[in-house]
């Protein structure tokens, strides 16, 4: 599985931008997508998650209300809508496969980025106060 994401780039803040992250494989549906960010000098963190059994999503709190995370299965494709952009929403982000199937996991399971199988490269957002 490839990932490839993109849509990153400068805005200020208030701002918003939609990353889009691509999936190669012919399973897509059965793949949780997630998002993780990385700013400079910090650990990877968690943002959101789409379970792929019923489309369950998952946000961390720092973005709830203001990101969406969607996917289109016929696309092979997860985005990550961000609204009302921080600039400590300020990383490098990353979209990963879970291609594992299995079921009922939450939040805590999701938000361990060692769940997940496959990594895009990363695509950088960058907000200006």
């Known amino acids: 599985v490839q990932l490839q994401a993109c849509g990153g780039g400068l805005v200020q803040a208030g701002g918003s931008l939609r990353l889009s992250c691509a999936a190669s494989g012919r399973t897509f549906s059965r793949y949780s997508m997630g998002w993780f960010r990385q700013a400079p000098g910090k650990e990877r963190e968690f943002v959101a998650v789409?379970?792929?059994?019923?489309?369950?999503?998952y946000l961390a709190d720092s973005v709830k209300g203001r990101f969406t995370i969607s996917r289109a299965n016929a696309k092979s494709t997860v985005y990550l809508q961000m609204n009302d952009l921080k600039p400590e929403d300020t990383a490098v982000y990353y979209c990963?496969?879970?291609?594992?199937?299995?079921?009922?996991?939450?939040?805590?399971?999701?938000?361990?980025?060692?769940?997940?199988?496959?990594w895009g490269q990363g695509t950088e957002v960058t907000v200006s106060s």
């Open positions: 789409l379970a792929w059994n019923g489309g369950t999503t």
């Open positions: 990963a496969a879970n291609v594992r199937g299995i079921a009922s996991s939450g939040v805590t399971y999701y938000s361990n980025n060692q769940v997940y199988d496959y």
